[in-house]
């Protein structure tokens, strides 16, 4: 496959918009920001044996690539509205090029995002996705606004992709891992609910390697720290029935990666806005514990007492512990 019929199979899907006049085929895009906005700019890349196995199917390649850098400006309470591939390919596989441009836009579409350009190579199989969106000037979410008594909340169902994760890295086949694999595979941007969140939140992060880990960068980003209820973190109805062990369920929770929710932060006397968001969107959001003067981290039971905090606070990706 000629690397132009390789663009085409972009260009061809890419979704116009009138704020990208100019896109893929010149030496550059051009982007007509809106007036009165900063722009919100995020690059992320998934290399094969290291961000996704073999068993990903490419179309599911290419949605999470996007979606990984769409998670990043959704933390940011951003609107998305470009996006640019640059692309390591190692042979020319039509097929395989043609259903990872499919993945690709189907999650650009439903978020209106023009792919606006790129860049392609030989090489091991990588993609590298740059996202340019907007957001109105200093209503950007910040992961360093919490205070000593604000909630921290978490959007969404935690640990569902390290679950998916576990039972394939135990044998499972990847076709019986079942609804939890469309989290591994397909995550979620929560970009309606960080564009929501706007003059809500005080802090937000998106969470991609593991809740504590992640937590962690905003507590270091804030200045203080947290209290958590172990119990309140959502589960979905697929993670209790895989994971039946609360314990292991936990551990998948609170250090598992790849989740790609929000956590934030909000006074309390947000809450009932924050609850209204979360029926309006659809979406849960759960209240997990408040964040503390100090900068200690600490994890209560049920009972409100401590808990040991786990040793591995974030995901490892798989390539690396050699599974
Ligand atoms: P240049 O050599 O000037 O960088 P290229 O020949 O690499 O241009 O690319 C031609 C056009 O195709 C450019 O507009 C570029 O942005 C776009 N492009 C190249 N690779 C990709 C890709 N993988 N996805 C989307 N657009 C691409
Ligand atoms: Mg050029």
Redesign the pocket.
Known sequence: MPEFSL?EA?RRRALAREDVPLG????AALFDPPAGERLALAVDTLVEGVHFNRGLPPASIGWKALAVNLSDLAAMGATPALAL?A?TLPAEDPRFVEELATGFAALADSHRVA?A????TRGPLALSVTVVGHVPKDLALRRSGARPGDDVWVSGSLGDAAGALALWKAGTPMLRVGPLRQRLDRPTPRLGAGQALRGLATACIDISDGFLADLGHLLAASGVGAEVEVEALPASTDLREAFPDPVARRALQLSGGDDYELCFTAPPSERAAVERLSGRLALPLSRVGRITAGASLRLLDADGLPLPLPERRGYVHFAEDGA
Request: hydrophobic share 45%; net charge negative.
């Open positions: 663009i972009f893929i085929g010149d030496d591939l692309l792919l350009g790129g860049d392609t």
